[in-house]
């Protein structure tokens, strides 16, 4: 089917005007006449999963993470950038990016249900479809109280991670969890409003972990990858649902840093 056809399937669910108004979504190299039957996904398009992306055959790929994401003035391979738009349309592999659209209608619900939170409503309010408001992050209720210590484990355990950073006191008691997947520094105020004991984030720095403890608000740092690469297995189970006729393939999940 054309890259056009799978598009416009996408979009149905995930249309681009959900999208954040910094964001850059959307069919951002290649051809939309391109005959699709293979599609690579991942969470960015490094050089490495272009590699295999071109590797499989893939006709498309599509990655939650926009690689052109600021505005740019030349295409060439004299810079990181450059060098892979080119290479996927020297390879004639059409490219597309759903970054804070699916972010709004899928991430959001995705990881509020993985993390079993109950009784949840949007973190931050960004559009309302339907009379139902949609947004950035969820928040709602831990199914029982436990320490912070023991959230992280849990936490630890429910996105399948080896690590997480935490601030906070590991005995005080959490029962109300708000949760932004990718980076989370604009979530720490809505998360604090809503009544949060603790947030689930990615991307959290020094300052901005310090000042939410002082606020009243654990944060569990499970990282931007770490809490985001879920998109992957949630794409593939919908592609492979919408549009069967298409072969999907799936990146390895490698977390792109390691602690030591």
Known sequence: ????????????????????????????????????????????????????????????????????????????????????????IQNDIAYYAMHTNYDVLG????????LGIKNAQVLDVTMSADGKEEGIGRVGDLEKTMTLEECCVYVKHRLKL??????????????????????????????????????VTGDIGHHDGLDAVEQ???????GHYGTEYIFIDDMKQFLNEKLPVLEVITTPIIHPFQII
């Open 1 to 88: 089917m054309l890259c056009k056809e799978i598009i416009q399937v996408i979009e149905a669910t995930y249309p681009r005007n959900a999208a954040l108004d910094f964001d850059n979504v959307g069919l951002l190299a290649g051809r939309a006449d391109k005959e699709v039957s293979r599609v690579y996904l991942a969470l960015d398009a490094t050089d490495g999963v272009i590699d295999r992306a071109v590797e499989a055959g893939a006709d498309m790929l599509i990655t939650h993470h926009p690689l052109i994401f600021s505005p740019v003035k030349k295409v060439t391979d004299e810079d990181f950038i450059g060098r892979r738009v080119v290479r996927l």
């Open 107 to 114: 991430m959001a619900s995705l990881a509020e249900k993985i």
């Open 162 to 199: 080896g690590s997480l950073k935490v601030f906070g006191d590991m005995d005080r008691k959490v029962s109300r969890m708000a949760v932004s997947p990718g980076s989370g520094k604009s979530a720490v105020a809505p998360a604090i409003a809503k009544g949060a004991d603790v947030l």
């Open 216 to 222: 009243g608000l654990a944060v569990i740092d499970a």
